[in-house]
């Protein structure tokens, strides 16, 4: 039988999300009917809502959260009734060459909810409305295709947890897992929110010597040194690429890109030393319109990757949970806000406005 939800819905790009009631129908065979706890915002549902990337509308956005499994169809063997779960962005579909290669980052069933012949599972005033990316964490209750569904430590505060589904996974993975940073090396890191503070603590994880976070805002440096910045540049202030080159001598060994414009990207790789394979690190998405600016003079003995999640699989998010749980990740203190649902476009005005790391929404 199927539920209904409240739930924040794109009409139109650049306006307001509506708030109301969606019907959210049963799950298929292989889908799970997840009711979530808490939802965050993430930085790259802003990008969507305000048009900057095309997407169907109307649509329920939101791919951060974790809740309990309420019920799935017959065919679901990995979750049931009861588990604590997070809704991951990036499918799991077991059947593509990447997927049979290990590389279920990559899996090429991503963005199968673009596709017109895909189901949806919400409806809104008699109309289909679009899951973003098959999720849409954006309504307390969704259905999710099973193969997109992570069991996870059921001790994880809700709140702080609801964000490794992607900030959290894309950052940490993105010092741990695509970089592989190295003890004692050097670290830059453009962009304290939620995917540059995690990246500050993947590579603290790492063991990193010298981790240098880079902002525009002043207020953040308390933050990120918590989280294991040594260092914190005012780029509203201070020329960061000197700053790097004062601190390091040489440049750093590893940059982070976790804004996802041109410019940053130009700082970020300027910041690299040329001696050795040191290597640059894209995390931030940048439209496809906007070219990249580069020389082959600037990749003299740099390395260039341009990451999905940090590289990380649907299973890292239950590492990183237990990590969560256990002191390994402060997530607690990347929470900026808790809002309820009434008031989520206040808080996308507050990360427009660079005043967060992570809004939550607790639905209970």
């Not at 109307?58 to 990995?78: K, L």
């Not at 990193?208 to 207020?219: E, K, L, P, Q, Y």
């Amino acid at each position: 039988m199927s539920v209904v939800s409240r739930a924040a819905i794109l009409i139109e790009p650049q306006k307001p999300l509506l708030i109301d009631e969606v019907e959210v129908a049963d799950p298929g065979p292989d889908d799970v009917l997840i009711r979530l706890d808490a939802a965050s915002l993430c930085h790259s549902d802003l990008s969507y809502i305000e048009g900057k990337f095309p997407h169907p509308l109307p649509a329920i956005f939101g791919h951060e959260g974790i809740g309990e499994v309420i019920t799935m169809g017959e065919n679901v063997t990995s979750v049931a009734v009861g588990d604590v779960v997070i809704p991951y962005l990036l499918p799991d579909c077991g059947e593509c060459p990447y997927c049979r290669s290990g590389k279920s980052n990559l899996c090429v069933q991503m963005g199968r909810s673009y596709n017109p012949e895909f189901p949806t599972w919400f409806r809104w005033q008699g109309r289909p409305v679009t899951g973003f990316m098959s999720l849409g964490t954006f309504s307390r209750y969704l259905v999710v295709p099973q193969d997109q569904v992570q069991v996870v430590n059921r001790h994880a505060p809700r709140a702080a947890a609801s964000s490794i589904g992607c900030g959290v996974t894309t950052g940490v993975g993105a010092a741990l897992i695509a970089a592989k940073v190295e003890a004692g090396s050097s670290v830059v890191v453009f962009g304290m929110g939620g995917v540059g503070l995690s990246t500050v603590q993947g590579a603290r994880i790492a063991g990193a010597s010298t981790i240098i976070a880079v902002d525009i805002v002043a207020d953040k440096e308390a933050l990120a040194r918590s989280m294991g910045a040594t260092h914190f540049i005012n780029a509203r202030s201070d020329d960061a690429v000197k700053a790097v080159f004062a601190l390091t001598g040489i440049g750093a060994d590893y940059s982070f890109d976790c804004v996802g414009n041109a410019r940053i990207f130009e700082q970020a790789l300027a910041c690299l030393s040329s001696g050795g394979w040191s290597k640059m690190i894209s995390v931030g998405m940048i439209p496809d319109e906007v070219p990249v600016p580069l020389v082959w003079s600037q990749m003299m003995g740099r390395n260039w990757h341009y990451t999905l999640m940090g590289g990380s699989k649907r299973q890292d998010v239950a590492r990183f949970v237990d990590w969560f749980v256990d002191g390994k990740l402060d997530l607690r203190g990347m929470v900026s806000q808790e809002i309820d649902l009434d008031d989520i476009n206040e808080g996308f005005e507050m990360m427009r406005r660079g005043q967060t790391a992570r809004v939550v929404i607790r639905y209970a």
